[in-house]
């Protein structure tokens, strides 16, 4: 199983930016992908959640400006960052979480860096 993150940067505030995550080896469609930022010095925070329903769920620091999504014929989920600011500046990682049978499997991708600076 692998998910791999991509299209983190440098981008100016209020810029936009879209970072990717791509799985395989899994049934893709049949779990719920969550998208996750730790800054330097801060707890790992939930950033957003999209389930395999297409429900999604955002932080409130992010609500209004982040969209998330998936396509499902991709094994991807984009994370589109909108009017980003400095305190958006951290790695972005994915999260992918399914419960069969009372057993949950959960995998992880590696992060990217998204930094938001003049």
């Known amino acids: 199983v692998q998910l791999v993150e991509s299209g983190g940067g440098l981008v100016q505030p209020g810029g936009s930016l879209r970072v990717s995550c791509a799985a395989s080896g899994i049934i893709f469609s049949m779990y719920t992908i969550n998208w996750y930022r730790q800054a330097p010095g801060k707890e790992r925070e939930l950033v957003a959640t999209?389930?395999?329903?297409?429900?999604?769920n955002y932080a409130d620091s992010v609500k209004g400006r982040f969209t998330i999504s998936r396509d499902n014929t991709k094994s991807t989920v984009y994370l589109q960052m909108n009017s980003l600011k400095p305190e958006d500046t951290a790695v972005y990682s994915c999260n992918a979480v399914n419960s069969i049978a009372g057993k949950t499997y959960e995998y992880w991708g590696q992060g990217t860096q998204v930094t938001v600076s003049s």
């Open positions: 999209i389930s395999k329903y297409r429900s999604t």
